[in-house]
């Protein structure tokens, strides 16, 4: 059987020799691997080529990756992992809330973020969570969610989620009532049996600013203390 065409991915770092073992790894995993120095070359290039991913860090010369992965998210919705180092905890969770869909830590194993790198495309392939249910619609909380257009309304206007705030949402609307703990929902959701639940704690706090009234005091996208969170339609 045919696989198909070989996915493409960005690697935008200032660092050639690292850049380079990466690439090497990508390749050995199938994947064409194109390159960026610098930000504003990066953002050029994943405008210009429409990667299947991209592998972002942080600190680049020019446009920094926070910038490069703001802006591609107005006009693109291409998955990004973004590389980070072990100090940069406050710059992660800018990343994440911006709509970065993983991160990995320097230093780190080739091996490692080339599985990082499939697992977020299968995600990206996968397109959203699948609710246990048939139907095109699911409605709650003011919202309207279409599985197959992957919009969400409330009260009739169109609200722009990223695809994993969607994904948690529609997990959400799928279980109400049913608490999770925040590690529950990273291997749920993100497919993450390890890893730094802030991840879930950033995307959650995104979505209440979407979708609730008041979002200081949530009433459907709910605490429960010393558990995680809950739905309540």
Known sequence: MDPGPAQRVLVVDDDPALSEVVGRYLRRDGFVVDYAADGTAGLA???DTLPDLIVLDL???GLDGLE??????RVAPIPVVMLTALGEENDR???LEIGADDYVTKPFS?????ARVKAVLRRAAAGSVTPSTTARR???AGCEVDLVAHQVRRDGRLVALTTKEFDLLVHFMTNPGRAYRREEL???VWGWRFGDTSTVTVHLRRLREKIEPDPSAPRHLVTVRGVGYRFEP
């Open 45 to 47: 290039k994943a405008l």
């Open 59 to 61: 600190m680049l010369p």
């Open 68 to 73: 490069v992965c703001r802006r591609l998210r």
């Open 93 to 95: 969770i800018a990343g």
């Open 110 to 114: 080739p091996r490692e973020l080339s």
């Open 138 to 140: 699911l409605t709650g």
């Open 186 to 188: 990273l291997e749920a």
